[in-house]
């Protein structure tokens, strides 16, 4: 089955700065890539996804970006503010595939510090 | 409060209590999930519900029971639990339509503590 690795597991970066946490997969048939983001306290929630018949995808302060060669994938936060401090969470699944087929990563914890 | 709720928010149970874990969606979805969250691990796919039919067990230990009534409402019942079941168990639902992948909404989560 897949496999998803995420890193690094705790991130601290300034204001302002920019942020990159990446995943790798293992299933070469894994093609659709979301990202979910989790504030303290609250639920998992949608931010960006990408498909593998696209490099990239942008969403204002957050891209995402894919290499099906290497299998792996990045989620790139520019400009953080102190409001992006989260967990936030890779997943792996196929094009058109139910959603209990994604397979998630351990989790990446964002501090934004002032 | 709309989008997918779950009752309660912290449980404290001991280990031969039983309890049940609530969770309702107001998004007229046709699937609900139930995911454990632990620290430093992925989240863990317990109990998947599509149309009100069971379709997939992650070789959960039996002292999780799952049921769902009906597609808006989902419950887990717990018993004899462990230390080790401690955790945040996060309910989700989404549309299964076979098309397209299907974004998964979550609810706020209940944190359970055995002790």
């Known amino acids: 089955g897949e496999n998803v690795e995420q890193h690094p597991s705790t991130l601290s970066v300034q204001e302002g700065d920019s942020a990159v946490i990446k995943c790798t997969y293992s299933?070469?048939?894994?093609?659709?890539f979301p990202w979910y983001k989790q504030e303290l306290g609250k639920r998992p929630q949608l931010i960006i996804d990408?498909?593998?018949?696209?490099g990239e995808k942008k969403d204002q302060r957050i891209a995402v970006t894919l290499n099906k060669t290497a299998k792996h994938f990045s989620l790139h936060i520019t400009e953080t503010q102190p409001e992006d401090s989260a967990v936030y969470f890779c997943?792996?699944?196929?094009?058109?595939?139910?959603?209990?087929?994604?397979?998630f990563g351990s989790g990446t914890q964002l501090t934004v510090l002032p | 409060e709309t989008g997918v709720t779950q009752t309660p928010r912290h449980l404290v149970m001991g280990m031969t209590n039983k309890k049940s874990l609530k969770c309702e969606q107001h998004l007229g979805h046709n699937a609900m999930y139930w995911y454990k969250q632990s620290a430093k691990k992925p989240l863990e796919l317990m109990f998947v519900?599509?149309?009100?039919?069971?379709?997939e067990n992650n070789s959960v230990p039996s002292r999780f029971s799952p049921e769902c009534p009906n597609s808006s409402h989902l419950f887990l019942h717990l018993h004899t639990l462990q230390p080790e079941d401690s955790a945040l168990y996060l309910c989700?639902?989404?549309?299964?339509?076979?098309?397209?992948?299907?974004?998964?909404?979550f609810g706020s989560g209940t944190q359970l503590s055995v002790l």
């Open positions: 519900y599509s149309l009100e039919e069971r379709v």
């Open positions: 299933d070469s048939a894994s093609n659709y």
């Open positions: 997943a792996a699944s196929i094009v058109g595939g139910s959603a209990r087929q994604l397979t």
């Open positions: 989700a639902s989404s549309q299964e339509s076979g098309i397209t992948n299907e974004k998964l909404f």
């Open positions: 990408i498909r593998s018949n696209v």
